[in-house]
């Protein structure tokens, strides 16, 4: 279950998303990932939705906005997605 509390996010998570995206966006299969926003500061979290037309929804993320568990768990997925790519890289 979900905990319904939203954080900031702390100074760790917000210089790693910006270590994660310097190269380009990072994605978790077909599934969700997560890009520069096109605002100052933003990043963008985007995830299937069937209902959209674009087949997947777009959520900005901000250093100032508060987040779910749900999100920064996506976002730790991510990471390991990126730092797995990096490890083979440097092999």
């Known amino acids: 279950m ?3 509390e939203r954080k ?3 100074d ?3 210089n790693t998303l910006t270590l994660m995206t310097k190269e380009g966006p990072v994605q978790y299969e077909d599934e969700y990932g997560v890009r520069v926003g ?3 500061h933003t990043f963008i979290l985007w995830y ?3 209902s959209s037309p ?3 929804k777009e959520v900005e993320l901000s250093r100032e906005g508060l987040q779910s568990d749900f999100w920064i768990s996506k976002l730790h997925a991510l990471f390991n ?3 797995r ?3 083979l890289t440097i092999c």
């Open 2 to 4: 979900w905990s319904t």
């Open 12 to 14: 760790s998570q917000w």
């Open 48 to 50: 299937p939705k069937g």
């Open 81 to 83: 997605v990126w730092k």
């Open 54 to 56: 674009t087949g997947y």
């Open 38 to 40: 096109i605002n100052p």
């Open 85 to 87: 790519n990096k490890d």
């Open 8 to 10: 900031r996010f702390t």
